[in-house]
């Protein structure tokens, strides 16, 4: 297994620091280029993302391609010292080719055409727009293959949304037929589609899902979800192709958005050369802790380098003050921007880059934060903030292209998500599958024990312990690879809701938890979904093998289950199924599965974790008790081991460090008993010998 990776270019051995630059929209004042090349140095920033939306300064009529402008901006950037992500245009179509191709315009799925505008809103079958998008960036890669500016293609911006043109709708057929071996019988029986007779008898009868259509058969609304993150790899790979054959030694990555459930994110990541992600917290906010939403954060930062098997990552995009789309557009505190930046870097990344540079000054985004406002110079709070960051990256360069190897992976998946979203069961509108991943990470995350976020069709084998919260569907091969995993000593961590669908959205037959059944010990015979106001509480008996105590409140959802050939650790304490077990542990091989049947409180979590960490050996960043708010996280490679101390709360914290010597590679002071974090601090540590 690789410990440390190259640079994302030979040409920056160093942190990319830099933001979203659009030097297109101020062509007509020159003079500011030449403002924001000195700025850029002041920020310390080396790298920028230009031309992402761009296409109409690049070719304003059909045919007639004007590069002048970004030849300056290219060499200026060279002749300063910094470095290009080069991005192609898509992701905004100039309004001469919608007006005179109409089918590059994007469909909603009431199969009305939209008119111009916004974004992505484009047709990915439309062999116009595919056409016009690869001369595009086969214009792009002749004119800058040998720039020595260029170190990465940004392709498009943002991927998302689907189109319901006919195009679409055939295309949407046409990939029904390849997956379905053109057997019409197989998608029938795949879909159950005797169901309120909706059983098809010709592929031209199929549509897409529509809101004055169908929606109710969920193998149909799964079938297409995969089709659309399909088409848009189809799209993607398209765009690639000339970028791939003029310039072979240039990466290529798209902006990722987090936990998006439009495009399964682990399909698309397998094109990328680099992952890139946008990040945007409502930091500040009034319904969460800073902690609790930091270790949300943490969770995709996490989840963005397990899609490349721990390869670290971009951070594409992020505000150095606020943005403009939130309910409330809240300032980063004092301190917040330094730490959120070397958050993503604790977790991962090799890069921390804004949106946007400038502000924009006119249209949807002149009042987002940017690292230069509208008052265009460097005296403001936020530029010394982003400077402040800059400074602290180039005193990184020995992190750079390290990694981790956690000992525990949680299991987050975007095919189980769709079809628990779809699941007419539970709480209608709000299951809560993201946030109850969320919650079992978050109980490593509080301890400093580093965790990959990963697919069921990942691979187990690294891990001591793996977590698979809600694993509603289970696709062929995970449970043969579940169980194997725990014969060979692993554990396993499952429970409510959990083996009850396979990749078609048919319930297994047979009693739930289906193919986990057996390596579970357990059989899920039926949940109860509780009120706001109903709580339930599961008590550990005496003499548990965890050796737990205590109730803990138990609420949302309580399954009742039947013991099989699993031990009862604790039991519901009231309603009708008092005294039924609710927490139970399986030995199977050298391993053990543990099943929790309820949705419980977080200190439920929290202790039942720390038993089995402690239980496994877990790798943690450091070895010690962490404060209320405070996490550590590792980064390792050429044999060196740096440990990110953070401090997500309002509050100075104390840590008690154990009898190591450690160096703070940000100030160059030593440690070896106690550490100081000031609110929002964060240290940056090195073992001294």
């Not at 949407?172 to 879909?191: G, M, Q, T, V």
């Not at 070896?672 to 609110?679: A, C, E, F, M, Q």
Request: with cysteine; glycine share 6%; net charge negative.
């Amino acid at each position: 297994m690789v410990n440390q990776y190259p640079p994302i270019s030979d040409k920056c051995r160093h942190f990319l620091h830099g933001g979203d630059y659009n030097p297109d929209q101020w062509i007509k004042t020159p003079e500011i280029w030449d403002e924001d090349m000195r700025l850029m140095k002041l920020a310390n920033c080396n790298a920028m993302s230009v031309g992402i939306f761009s296409w109409s300064s690049i070719e304003p009529e059909e045919g007639l391609f004007t590069f002048a402008w970004l030849d300056t901006i290219m060499d200026k950037l060279h002749d300063n010292h910094s470095f290009a992500i080069l991005a192609t245009p898509s992701g905004a179509r100039p309004a001469w080719m919608s007006e005179k191709y109409p089918e590059v315009l994007r469909m909603g799925p009431d199969r009305e055409r939209n008119l111009h505008g916004h974004r992505h809103n484009h047709c990915p079958t439309s062999p116009i727009y595919r056409e016009k998008t690869a001369q595009i960036n086969r214009k792009l890669a002749e004119r800058y293959k040998n720039h020595p500016a260029l170190i990465l293609w940004h392709v498009s911006n943002a991927y998302g949304g689907e189109c319901h043109c006919p195009l679409c709708r055939e295309a949407f057929r046409d990939w029904l037929k390849r997956r379905y071996e053109n057997d019409l019988d197989r998608l029938n029986d795949a879909w159950w589609t005797g169901f309120w007779s909706h059983r098809y008898s010709d592929w031209s009868q199929l549509e897409p899902p529509a809101p004055h259509g169908e929606t109710s058969v969920h193998g149909l609304n799964l079938s297409w979800k995969r089709f659309v993150t399909d088409q848009t790899i189809s799209f993607y790979k398209n765009e690639i192709a000339p970028l791939r054959e003029l310039t072979p030694d240039i990466p290529v990555t798209t902006n990722l958005m987090g936990t998006y459930t439009g495009l399964d994110y682990t399909k698309l990541a397998k094109e990328l050369d680099v992952v890139s992600w946008d990040n945007y917290p409502n930091w500040h906010n009034d319904w969460e802790s800073t902690a609790e939403l930091a270790s949300k954060i943490s969770f995709v930062h996490d989840l963005n380098r397990s899609l490349k098997g721990g390869k670290p990552f971009m951070l594409m995009e992020s505000t150095p003050s606020h943005v403009n789309w939130q309910q409330v557009n809240k300032l980063k505190r004092p301190g917040m921007h330094y730490l959120s930046s070397l958050q993503a870097v604790a977790h991962g990344s090799d890069t921390v880059q804004y949106f946007q540079w400038r502000k924009s000054r006119g249209s949807s985004e002149k009042l987002h934060g940017a690292v230069v406002d509208h008052c265009g110079h460097e005296n403001t709070r936020v530029f010394k903030d982003v400077a402040e960051v800059g400074a602290a990256l180039q005193k990184l360069n020995c992190v750079l292209g390290t990694t981790v190897r956690p000992d525990a992976a949680v299991i987050y998946d975007w095919e189980n998500r769709w079809a628990i979203d779809d699941a007419q069961a539970l709480k209608k509108d709000q299951k809560g599958y993201l946030e109850t991943c969320e919650s079992h990470y978050r109980a490593l995350w509080k301890r400093g024990i580093p965790a990959d976020v990963i697919s069921m069709d990942s691979d187990f084998s690294s891990y001591k312990l793996v977590i698979a919260p809600m694993l509603y569907m289970v696709r062929p091969g995970t449970a043969e690879r579940i169980e194997k995993f725990v014969e060979n000593g692993g554990v396993f961590v499952t429970g409510y809701f959990s083996g009850y669908v396979d990749e078609n959205d048919l319930c297994f037959l047979g009693g739930f938890p289906g193919p986990l059944r057996k390596v579970t010990g357990i059989w899920a015979e039926e949940i109860d979904a509780l009120y706001d106001d109903d709580k339930n509480a599961v008590v550990f008996g005496p003499d548990n093998a965890l050796n737990l105590n205590g109730e803990y409140e138990a609420r949302e959802y309580c399954e009742l289950i039947h013991a099989e050939t699993a031990d009862v650790l604790a039991v519901y304490k009231s309603d009708f199924y008092a005294g039924r077990p609710a927490v139970t542990v399986n030995s199977f091989g050298k391993g053990k599965a543990y099943y929790l049947a309820a949705r419980t409180e977080e200190r439920f979590l929290d202790v039942f974790y720390q038993k089995l960490a402690d239980k496994k050996g877990l790798m943690r960043a450091l070895h010690c008790e962490l404060p209320e708010g405070v996490t550590a996280q590792l980064r390792c490679g050429g044999g060196r081991k740096f440990i990110f101390l953070m401090n997500f709360s309002e509050a100075e914290k104390i840590v008690d460090i154990p009898g190591f010597l450690y160096k703070d590679l940000l100030t160059g002071e030593m440690y070896n008993d106690r550490i100081s974090l000031l609110p929002y601090g964060v240290k940056v540590m090195e073992e001294d010998g």
